[in-house]
């Protein structure tokens, strides 16, 4: 049975930062693309880092480049997200998801919540307030 747990979140002053973890389980996180995606009330799921298969490249959208970090430990199967600089526009709730074998990213990470993911976690939430 595949798990993906996130944690991490929380609340956290404009300016602030926050390090997210997925713990993987049920699959060998080294064969799969990895996905950070989030979604804010109202509004579609967005992809925010992503990270390669193949050979650990990473791509960021404009909104989180230079600011956000993707990151993976395969030893302990777990990807990590690290968030700088937070702004009240990140606050989302804060998805992993991981497919199998994708090594060009760019596609995958633009379409978000609309690429099809094998597997997702339960999300967790990220507030940006003061």
């Known amino acids: 049975q595949v798990q993906l747990v996130e944690s991490g979140g929380g609340l956290v002053p404009p300016g602030g930062s926050l390090k997210l973890s997925c713990a993987v389980s049920g699959l060998n996180l080294a064969e799969y693309a990895i996905g950070w995606v989030r979604q804010a009330p109202g509004k579609e799921r967005e992809g925010v880092s992503c990270?390669?298969?193949?050979?650990?490249?990473?791509f960021y959208p404009d909104s989180v480049k230079g600011r956000f970090t993707i990151s993976k430990d395969t030893a302990k199967n777990t990807a990590y997200l690290q968030m700088n600089s937070l702004k009240p526009e990140d606050t989302a709730v804060y998805y992993c998801?991981?497919?199998?074998?994708?090594?060009?990213?760019?596609?995958?990470?633009?379409?978000?919540?609309?690429?099809?993911?094998?597997?997702w976690g339960q999300g967790t939430q990220v507030t940006v307030s003061s």
């Open positions: 998801a991981v497919v199998y074998g994708v090594t060009v990213i760019q596609r995958m990470c633009m379409l978000g919540g609309k690429w099809n993911y094998d597997f």
């Open positions: 990270i390669s298969s193949e050979d650990d490249s990473t």
